[in-house]
């Protein structure tokens, strides 16, 4: 049985566990902030949420999205009044994902969420704070149907992942905050839609709508906390860390999950980019877009790096040296306050990884045992790696060009096969040297992963 298969079997079984239930209403209960967000790389008319929504906020209602991306109020929903503190509860039937609005009394959107329902009817769910990221979150998803992808394969647990609070508020403040948010709905399904590519060119049947089902704990513990009033950053730990041990259920290995965060990752900066006309030094939400989607590929590329040499054997100095070099990488990450200092900060993680230029004093270095005889050979691979990785950026800047029209449009398949398939080149290029590394035996191969793995698409672009 496939592994989207077993995940969707689950599902199932828990909706036959679950139909005692049915009938029963369910609560949703949350609150509304005036607060741009809560995940960091760190009066409101615009329906995006911030300063002044909770007086604003009379009522809530719940929001069914149709196949092509229209919004209709939920049958059997009434919408509830807002309480002087911007608390709310509302009562419905249904187990499916919606958008949750909040209105003013003169009947018009200050801000909105989507809500996850993967648990049974009858039960009390709770929603995350609504603030400018949740807004600028449900915008993008609602834009992602009407732009392309269906509902089932647009991924919101992804989407909450890679939207943070600053890129909302940079959204939000925007001269044409409508142009950024279809801009990233167009962004988010070349990523998610590479993703997908990915998964199937490493041989697994994964896709959105499985880890949409897959990934729907963690982003239900993740409200629990931030409406709990939890530290933001503890919780988003949590939260990822979940989605990890989520994919890693679904049987996506550390390595596969890292050659799909950089696929992604290039799919989604490009997009961006071509929809707004604009990079990332010109324009703050690409910039800081950009940055997270860097963020997300730098945790899952340290990862990936680490299990390859412990799953090789490697002595822990190695092991450690790689460890400190990705914690380096994450503050580095972190604390960048623009895309290029976010690519400084991974051609130094690559550096300390593989070397620059000479493969000696590196992990990498360290790892195969590299002595004054064997020194050029390792060297040689390394150049050839950096050849590679070149032709890569020029087919990638082929790629983008073929998929990305000058009217706007994208054609999300075709940069989806385009990039896997470069990356794939690129990778089959690389470990292509372990031939001529023979001489560090069973190390080779490995020292070929670990190439792979360490350099970030954001270092190359």
Known sequence: MSTTSRIRSLSMLALAASLVGCGQASTLRGKITDQNGTQQQ????????????????????????SSDG?????????????????????HFTGDERLIIQALDAQGQVVASGVFENAQASGQTHVAAPLDTETSVEASVLVQMVRRGSSLALANSVDLRARINAQT?????????????????ADAMISAQRTEDESYQHAGLTINQEALLTAEAGAAAELSIALDRGDNATSAYATFFSQLQGARAAAGITEQQQAKTERCSSSAFRATLEARLQATASADP???AAVRQAAAMEAAASATAVTATLNAAGAAQA????????????RAAVSASTSASATATAWLAYQAAIEGNGSVSGSVLGNYLGVNVTTALTADAALSASATASATLDATLSTTFEAALSAAGTVNFNAMATSVVNAYATYEA???????????????ATPAMDVMV???GSISAQ
Request: proline share 1%; no cysteine; aromatic share 2%.
């Open 42 to 65: 760190g009066l409101s008319t615009d329906g995006l949420g911030g300063s002044g929504t909770v007086a604003a906020a009379t009522q809530v209602r719940l929001m069914q999205i």
């Open 70 to 90: 229209t919004l209709t109020q939920l049958q059997g929903s009434e919408a509830t009044q807002v309480n002087a503190s911007g608390e709310y509860t509302l």
């Open 168 to 184: 909302a508020a940079l959204v939000k403040g925007a001269a044409n905050p409508d142009a950024k948010i279809q801009a990233l």
């Open 285 to 287: 939400v690409i910039d």
């Open 318 to 329: 190695s092991v450690d040296a790689a460890g400190a070099a990705a914690v380096a990488l």
């Open 429 to 443: 290029t690389v470990r292509a040297q372990a031939t001529a590394l023979a001489v560090f035996g069973t190390k």
């Open 453 to 455: 793995l360490a350099s």
